[in-house]
């Protein structure tokens, strides 16, 4: 049994869910998103949460419990709060900068990195620290790790892009001769 999916989905205050058929809607104060589920896994609004249980027992059903859960829980916390995630550079003349829709990147290379912001996806850049931040969990997660991909942390000097709360593991380099 899913310990993810038995779990009743809490509906925050300002969203509002409509279910029809395979189709789940939630909009909120931060705009709309929508899911088609799979015909395998039933959901249901019952008051101020949403029931998800599956309607047959197959491994593939019991597989996509849990991810519709999760699935549908991370679209409510998008439409009222949002995800944001944040990326630090680090590494002499590196700098960035959004203008017009497109992350600039100054990292190293001989012409600067431009990369354009999906629509729903806010990216600010303050000092060495990129912010980006949106109401659909998995497209700020692919949109930070596309900006990391650009140059990633290097072990010996620690220069790169990195997620604010990842550790790189430092190398020694070499050592002097004896």
Do not use: C
């Not at 679209?75 to 600039?104: N, P």
């Amino acid at each position: 049994m899913s310990r993810i999916g038995k779990l009743p989905i809490q509906i925050k205050e300002g969203v509002n869910v409509e279910i029809s058929g395979d189709t789940i809607k939630v909009m909120g104060s931060n705009g709309e998103l929508s899911f088609v589920k799979n015909r395998q896994i039933d959901a249901k609004k019952e008051d101020s949460q949403i029931i998800i249980s599956k309607n047959t027992d197959t491994p593939e059903a019991r597989e996509l419990w849990g991810l519709t859960r999760t699935l549908i829980n991370n679209m409510v916390i998008g439409v009222s709060e949002g995800f944001e995630k944040k990326l630090e550079f680090k590494g002499t003349g590196y700098r960035a900068a959004v203008e017009g829709g497109k992350l600039i990147l100054h990292m190293g290379y001989n012409k600067p990195v431009e990369m354009n912001i999906p629509e729903g996806l806010e990216a600010k850049v303050q000092k060495n620290t990129i912010s980006i931040s949106g109401r659909d969990k998995q497209q700020v997660g692919q949109f930070a790790a596309e900006v990391r991909k650009v140059r990633k942390p290097e072990p010996y000097k620690g220069k790169g892009i990195r997620y604010s709360d990842e550790v790189i593991r430092r190398k020694a380099g070499k050592t002097a001769g004896k």
